[in-house]
């Protein structure tokens, strides 16, 4: 009698440690914006090709438009390890203490994806990711969204047109001087407290790259937009470290594999989303779309560009001539 309980008992035990280990490794991936954006659709992605690689031993589990954690929270989360990956706009790093990624914030460094793609691609974008790690996190790699523009409720043409906005954008000293250049008056919100904000006047406007307009609505409460592409809104994808390498090294390679191919479809759709994006909130007729000339562009320009400088004790100017050297930076010019 008593063989036999031990046997069963034994035989329970067993079972339940099949089952424990038939049980997929679950990443929760946490992020703000819409799931029908750059961010949004590659995170999907890499949950696709996560299972498809370790063949259903992973589980990733995408939390869309803030619905586990707004954008302040997220990184305290990953930290804790309450969530497994996220992929904060650049702009977040800064809040962390790693200020040289506050570089991706300069009004009008870029001239395009290709000029990012070089620093991204480069020496600087991995010194960067390295940056992360003493603060329990891996870098794994950057995703794309676009070029910021400005929207407000009224006509946009020149800088003069913003001063003594408010103007609503994400936790940055770089931002907030961006915004200053302009005579602005920067408002530090979350994300997904934006479209209320520009709905109830709490702001006069913001800036967006036009994926993230369109998916949160926000041209339907703010009458101009004007396409003055001052600066870059991009991610970096991140883990916490702590549970990167507990994990076994061969789903660590696999996830790896999934996380390479994602990203080059999170790099191949990001124009081609903003871009639609733009048709429709030009077909929706709720915004005026102005597109400057060159000449608007360039005051814009002018009136932003001290800020490099201004910048350059906090960012580090090494990071930021770095940059400069990797896209052959023109400050006087577009
Ligand atoms: C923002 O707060 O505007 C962005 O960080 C949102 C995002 O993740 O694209």
Known sequence: MKVSKLLMGLFAGAMSLAVYAQQPIVIKF?????ADTPKGKAAEMFA????????GKVKVEVYANSTLYKDKEEMEALQLGAVQMLAPSLAKFGPLGVKEFEVFDLPFIFNGYDDLHKVT???????????????????????????????????????????GKKMRIQSSK???EQMRSI????????????????QTGVVDG??????????????????????????????????NKKFWEGLPADIRKQLEDA????????????KVENDSA????????????YVPTKEERLAFKKAMVPVHQKMEGRIGKEVIQAVYKDIGFKPDSL
């Open 48 to 55: 696709k090709k996560a299972n498809e690689l370790t063949q």
């Open 206 to 239: 913001t800036e967006n790259p036009i994926s993230n307009l369109y998916t949160q609505k926000m041209h339907e409460v703010q009458k101009h937009l004007a396409l003055t592409d001052h600066g870059y809104l991009g991610y970096a994808v991140i883990v």
């Open 30 to 34: 946490s992020h703000v914006v819409a």
């Open 174 to 176: 770089v931002l907030e």
């Open 121 to 163: 691609g480069g020496a600087v974008g991995k010194n960067l990711l390295a940056k992360l790690e003493p603060k329990g996190i891996k870098g794994l790699a950057f995703w794309d969204n676009g070029f910021k523009s400005f929207s407000a409720n009224t006509p946009i043409k020149t800088p003069a047109d913003l001063k």
């Open 259 to 270: 996380m390479e191919q994602s990203t080059r479809y999170a790099n191949q759709i990001a």
């Open 278 to 289: 733009l048709d429709a909130v030009k077909k929706s007729g709720k915004t005026a779309v």
């Open 183 to 198: 005579g602005s008056l920067p408002q530090v919100m979350a994300f997904s407290e934006v479209y209320q904000a520009l």
